[in-house]
Nanobody, 116 residues
């Protein structure tokens, strides 16, 4: 059974940092790209960052570029999202995602709240 479990969210002041983790199980982690998405209250879910499977190529939404860093540890089956210089508009629930054999898998999300 594919499982993605996010952790590391919390309440932080603007300008602060958080590191999110996504622990994966139930599939060959090395073979799949993993993405971080976020959903602000009343808004649609949007992609924040993605990291490819083996060569670690990364992509970022313009809104987080230069502030967020995605990384993965294939030995631990975990993807991280280091978030620096946080802004109130970064507030939302953060989800990790894996697309496996044409199916989308999601974790339950972790809440990030940035106070001004």
């Amino acid at each position: 059974e594919v499982q993605l479990v996010e952790s590391g969210g919390g309440l932080v002041q603007a300008g602060g940092s958080l590191r999110l983790s996504c622990a994966a199980s139930g599939f060959t982690f090395d073979d799949y790209a993993i993405g971080w998405f976020r959903q602000a209250p009343g808004k649609e879910r949007e992609g924040a960052s993605c990291i490819s499977s083996r060569d670690g190529t990364t992509t970022y939404a313009d809104s987080v570029k230069g502030r967020f860093t995605i990384s993965r540890d294939n030995a631990l089956n975990t993807v991280y999202l280091q978030m620096n210089s946080l802004k109130p508009e970064d507030t939302g629930v953060y989800f990790c995602n894996a697309k496996i054999l044409r199916s989308d898998y999601w974790g339950h999300g972790t809440q990030v709240t940035v106070s001004s």
